[in-house]
């Protein structure tokens, strides 16, 4: 079965500030070309675990998601643990239950959607944008003229 139109490939991940009470959430949102067009870095307050932290950043990439307008998405993400809880619907403990029943309740919005583990090399670039976040604004969010 072909994707569907306009089908956008979202990748996330959070970084850990370790000299600081500080982690940091990635995005790179891709075209079905493969070309990036929106991108962004928040820095946040440490949660309370590096789960915490995921599940928070995928959160975020629903909601930036929903904002931006995309109908049709694939999220990626490389915390192995957070994409079985959300394809599942089950978490580890109860914070992690409440953000996940809040990206469920974004998603379900969508036309269609679905999400993926990668590898940290599948992941990179959310991974250096989430790692950004330590040097920069609290929010940073860059978009690619998309006049095509």
Known sequence: ??????????????AVFSNSNEAGV???VRNERGEVRVALSEKIV???SVEVLEMLAAR??????KELGFKNVCFEGDAEGVVRSIREEI????????????????VDLF??????????QG??????????ARMSFP?????EDCGE
């Not at 992941?123 to 950004?132: Q, T, Y």
């Open 46 to 48: 440490m949660p309370s």
């Open 111 to 120: 036309q269609t959607y679905s999400i993926s583990h990668v590898r940290r």
């Open 1 to 14: 079965m072909p994707p569907p139109p306009n089908l956008v490939k979202i990748n996330f991940d959070g």
């Open 26 to 28: 990635g995005v790179v």
């Open 60 to 65: 975020r990439v629903a909601i930036f998601t």
């Open 123 to 132: 992941n990179s670039v959310a991974h250096a944008l989430a790692r950004e």
């Open 91 to 106: 978490s580890s403990n109860a914070f992690v239950g409440h953000l996940l029943k809040d990206f469920k309740s974004i």
């Open 139 to 143: 929010l940073r969010i860059w978009l």
